[in-house]
């Protein structure tokens, strides 16, 4: 059975290029806002476990600051070495302010 | 379910700030030496929250999604009545059992109290001995100052099991405590302390489980065995939670002259359980045995560090841990032979296996020795696998289905680390949670 959508966020906190750290379904997630679109991943690089948090975000690309790893931000893709394995990615949708997130 | 959630239970306030340390502590009746001890600690607590946690131990273990603030000390004991894997598994001399962090089950049988032997409640014990209690307790083993999760522990301290075994008093029964979470939103801080003095024996079988399969809940535990010259001691803890159970927990065993520790610990469940286990061997000719049985499924994150040191020479320690997993779990194991300069002669062993049941799963192994004698046997190794997919297929031409051969499979696996359990009841206790988990006959 499919979870609900959930209100997690509101646009006006992250600025256009922005992010934000939060928990939800009990999992640390990151939240991107990319031109029109906002875009969710788990907060945990599929190389070594560790956060992703303060890596680099370029277009739709997200590096880990550890080893380099990147990840598409949108699908959750390994776009380079060391990472092999995707990251989780999260449905998001936008009502008027509201960013609404659903557990996969 | 709603039986349970429409205990009475009535929580302080969520949060543990000093206001609410003491609103917890005007709920107690203690003397005012321990009190002084909770006081220090929380001071300890607010300094340490300041403080980054060892990131060697800590680096692994996300504590992310983890809020302290949806947790609190309950004021009353869920009930008394608890389904539990071990208790009905073997007859106990003695039973103590805590749930929701007061004590619901208090009994010994009357010739061990006739031996002098104490088996009971902490609260009990700080009120009316003292002088058994004082200089064991937080004092030797695990430390309040020792990081941020044992200070907050030693500040709101909920209680816990006491096994007092008098000099040269052999108990040949194991004795059972079990620690148990019933309501929702509950923090325990349960703490097991067990004294042998010189010469004794006994054998201490605990387990921690909860009352439903959804109500979230926190343990921050802490664990001290306490072995005199030529004692013996067998303790065992099946952490056996439901998946929303936070597990934090510091647990040391300190091991004197000639004494024997065997220690096996189980973890199936919580929703994130990390544990720092100390051996430390003090005495010469001391010898320690640990261990681990840990199966993690969907989301779970089992995280172990363990830490064995040689103090004296001659000693031994052995540790074996096996761990399954499956789904998206995680478990973290990292060990640490230490070996002090004095400690010549020694033999020092730590092995962790894990068999990996699934793509998404992930273990992390990482053993370590750090050696300052140089006359000393010291190996270690780690090995991770997947289950070969032409077992499967051998035993299901043969009739079993995909699930009884996989259990077949992660039970072989086990034995490795059964067959070093003395006490058939935790062999089957174990071999039982295992089964249930893989979700055999359900």
Same mark, same amino acid.
Not at chain 1, 43 to 60: E, F, I, N, R
Not at chain 2, 1 to 11: G, H, I, N, R, Y
Not at chain 2, 28 to 55: G, H
């Given at each position: 059975m499919m979870s609900e959508f959930e209100k997690v966020a509101t646009l006006d906190e992250i600025?256009?290029?922005?992010?934000?750290?939060?928990?939800?379904?009990?999992?640390?997630?990151?939240?991107?806002?990319?031109?029109?679109?906002?875009?969710?991943v788990e907060?945990?690089?599929?190389?070594?476990?560790?956060?992703?948090?303060?890596?680099?975000?370029?277009?739709?690309?997200?590096?880990?600051?550890?080893?380099?790893?990147?990840?598409?931000?949108?699908?959750?893709?390994?776009?380079?070495?060391?990472?092999?394995?995707?990251?989780?990615?999260?449905?998001?949708?936008?009502?008027?302010?509201?960013?609404?997130?659903?557990?996969? | 379910?709603?039986?349970?959630?429409?205990?009475?239970?009535?929580?302080t306030a969520p949060g543990f700030t000093a206001a609410q340390f003491e609103a917890?502590?005007?709920?107690?009746?203690?003397?005012?030496?321990?009190?002084?001890?909770?006081?220090?600690?929380?001071?300890?607590?607010?300094?340490? *929250?300041? +403080?980054? #946690?060892?990131?060697?131990?800590?680096?692994?273990?996300? =504590?992310?999604? @983890?809020?302290?603030? %949806?947790?609190a000390v309950s004021s009353a004991a869920g009930p008394a009545r608890f389904?539990?894997?071990?208790?009905?598994?073997?007859?106990?001399?003695?039973?103590?059992?805590?749930?929701?962090?007061?004590?619901?089950?208090?009994? *010994?049988? +009357?010739? #061990?109290?006739?031996?002098?032997?104490?088996?009971?409640? =902490?609260?009990? @014990?700080?009120?009316? %001995?003292?002088?058994?209690?004082?200089?064991?307790?937080?004092?030797?083993?695990?430390?309040?100052?020792?990081?941020?999760?044992?200070?907050?522990?030693a500040a709101f301290c909920t209680g816990g099991t006491v096994l007092y075994v008098p000099r040269n008093v052999s108990i040949d029964v194991p004795l059972y405590s079990l620690i148990g979470l019933s309501a929702a939103g509950v923090a325990d801080f349960s703490h097991t302390l067990v004294i042998l003095e010189d010469g004794a024996s006994a054998t201490l079988l605990e387990e921690t489980g909860s009352a439903t399969a959804e109500n979230a809940g926190l343990h921050v535990g802490a664990v001290e065995l306490l072995v005199g010259a030529g004692a013996n001691l067998r303790y065992v803890q099946l952490q056996n939670w439901n998946q929303h159970v936070w597990h934090l927990a510091r647990q040391a065993g300190r091991v004197e002259r000639n004494a024997t520790l065997q220690w096996t610990v189980g973890g199936i469940g919580a929703r994130l359980a990390h544990i720092h286990q100390e051996v430390s061997l003090d005495?010469?000719?001391?010898?320690?045995?640990?261990?681990?049985?840990?199966?993690?499924?969907?989301?779970?994150?089992?995280?172990?560090?363990?830490?064995?040191?040689?103090?004296?020479?001659?000693?031994?320690?052995?540790?074996?841990?096996?761990?399954?997993?499956?789904?998206?779990?995680?478990?973290?194991w990292r060990g640490m032979i230490r070996v002090d300069p004095a400690a010549q002669l020694t033999d020092g062993y730590q092995r962790n296996d894990s068999l990996l049941l699934s793509e998404d799963c992930r273990a992390d192994a990482i053993p370590g020795l750090e050696i300052e004698a140089d006359d000393v046997r010291c190996t270690h190794g780690a090995t991770a696998g997947q289950v070969d997919a032409e077992q499967i297929f051998y035993c299901m031409c043969r009739g079993l289905s995909r699930y009884e051969a996989m259990h077949m499979i992660v039970e072989g696996f086990f034995h490795g680390v059964y067959d070093r359990i003395a006490v058939e009841a935790v062999r089957e206790t174990l071999s039982e949670a295992v089964k249930r988990k893989l979700g055999i006959g359900q």
């Open positions: 600025p256009a290029g922005g992010r934000k750290s939060l928990v939800f379904d009990e999992r640390a997630v990151l939240l991107f806002r990319v031109g029109e679109g906002v875009y969710a907060d945990v690089c599929s190389h070594d476990g560790q956060p992703l948090t303060d890596g680099k975000l370029a277009g739709m690309s997200i590096e880990c600051p550890r080893h380099g790893a990147r990840f598409d931000i949108s699908t959750g893709r390994p776009l380079c070495m060391p990472a092999v394995e995707p990251i989780a990615t999260f449905e998001v949708r936008v009502q008027g302010n509201d960013i609404l997130l659903r557990a996969p | 379910m709603s039986s349970v959630l429409a205990s009475p239970a009535v929580k917890f502590l005007r709920t107690l009746d203690e003397p005012a030496w321990f009190t002084a001890r909770r006081r220090a600690a929380f001071d300890v607590y607010l300094q340490k *929250l300041q +403080e980054p #946690l060892n990131p060697e131990e800590y680096k692994r273990v996300d =504590l992310r999604a @983890f809020q302290p603030g %949806k947790f389904e539990t894997l071990l208790e009905k598994k073997a007859e106990f001399g003695g039973a103590v059992s805590h749930i929701d962090g007061h004590c619901v089950v208090n009994r *010994l049988d +009357e010739r #061990l109290t006739a031996q002098g032997v104490l088996f009971g409640s =902490l609260s009990e @014990f700080v009120r009316n %001995k003292r002088e058994i209690l004082e200089p064991h307790l937080m004092a030797r083993a695990v430390l309040p100052g020792a990081d941020r999760f044992s200070a907050w522990h005495g010469a000719g001391a010898s320690g045995e640990v261990n681990g049985v840990t199966f993690a499924t969907d989301r779970q994150l089992l995280s172990y560090y363990t830490q064995q040191t040689h103090k004296a020479p001659h000693t031994r320690s052995d540790l074996l841990y096996k761990d399954v997993l499956r789904d998206h779990a995680r478990v973290v």
